[in-house]
Nanobody, 123 residues
Framework: QVQLVESGGGLVQAGGSLRLSCAAS????????MGWFRQAPGKEREFVAA????????YYADSVKGRFTISRDNAKKSVYLQMNSLKPEDTAVYYC????????????????WGQGTQVTVSS
């Protein structure tokens, strides 16, 4: 089965930056859209960003557009999320996922998920 492992989370001050990584093992991700979602306490999982199989197209939630950048390296079976100008509202557990359905912004369209990495932004 596919395994996805996120890393790079941590505690940062508002305005700071973090770069999250997602490494896939066992199975390739090269044919799939990959996405990042986040979930804050008491809230449902929220779409953050997605990237097409070749990396040619990217998609972002309005709340992160202009601040976050998603990228991928299929040879390394990895997906990244560069997060700049972080805000306290960005605090959440961030998940990497592989798309299975047709709607990139819906959590239900993704079949494999990582364990998540905590991002905490202090005010």
């Amino acid at each position: 089965q596919v395994q996805l492992v996120e890393s790079g989370g941590g505690l940062v001050q508002a305005g700071g930056s973090l770069r999250l990584s997602c490494a896939a093992s066992i199975h390739t991700i090269s044919s799939y859209v990959m996405g990042w979602f986040r979930q804050a306490p008491g809230k449902e999982r929220e779409f953050v960003a997605a990237i097409s199989s070749t990396g040619g197209s990217t998609y972002y939630a309005d709340s992160v557009k202009g601040r976050f950048t998603i990228s991928r390296d299929n040879a390394k079976k990895s997906v990244y999320l560069q997060m700049n100008s972080l805000k306290p509202e960005d605090t959440a557990v961030y998940y990497c996922a592989r798309q299975a359905g047709v709607y990139y912004s819906r959590a239900s369209s993704y079949d494999y998920w990582g364990q998540g990495t905590q991002v905490t932004v202090s005010s």
